[in-house]
């Protein structure tokens, strides 16, 4: 089979996109963990916690969350109709983290868990912490 043919075949195979309707599911849902997160934030400061204690434990309980959702093969169903809404929040961060280690983890501790929990995260991080350096540095000049 050519490239042509190949191209030609998946074209055809492909549906179209639906852009409009999968950037609001993504904007509603991605919404919603948003929401989400703000009401598990309101009810820990509704407790004697300090305001950076409650921020702190949202923040665990939603990467809690995004974890077991992960491991209960639930996350994966959000994420199919939520697409990048279920991404930009931290609980999909939690998913690409633990989604790849408990893939693995027959693999063993080390080649397995240990190896493979950084493969999609592993990018999302080098690359945000260098554009962190970089903002900040562009900041700090233009702020001198």
């Known amino acids: ?6 191209s030609r075949l998946v074209e055809l195979r492909s549906r179209n996109s639906r852009m409009g309707i999968d950037c609001l599911k993504a904007f509603l849902i991605g919404g919603a963990i948003c929401t989400i997160g703000q009401g598990i934030l309101e009810l820990f400061l ?3 916690l300090s ?3 409650a921020k702190t434990l949202t923040s665990v309980t939603l990467i809690f969350i995004g974890v077991l959702l992960t491991a209960l093969h639930l996350y994966e ?3 199919k109709h939520g697409g990048a809404g279920t991404l930009v ?3 999909g961060f939690a998913n690409a ?5 408990i893939e693995f983890k027959a693999e063993g501790l080390i080649t397995g868990l240990a190896a493979k929990m950084f493969v999609i995260a592993g990018p999302v991080l080098v690359y945000g912490t260098t554009a962190a350096v970089i903002y900040g540095f562009i900041y700090w000049l233009t702020t001198v």
């Open 46 to 48: 509704m407790t004697e």
């Open 51 to 53: 305001e950076n204690d």
């Open 1 to 6: 089979m050519t490239k042509e043919n190949y």
């Open 97 to 101: 983290m633990s989604s790849p280690a």
């Open 89 to 91: 929040p931290i609980t």
């Open 77 to 79: 169903r959000i994420a």
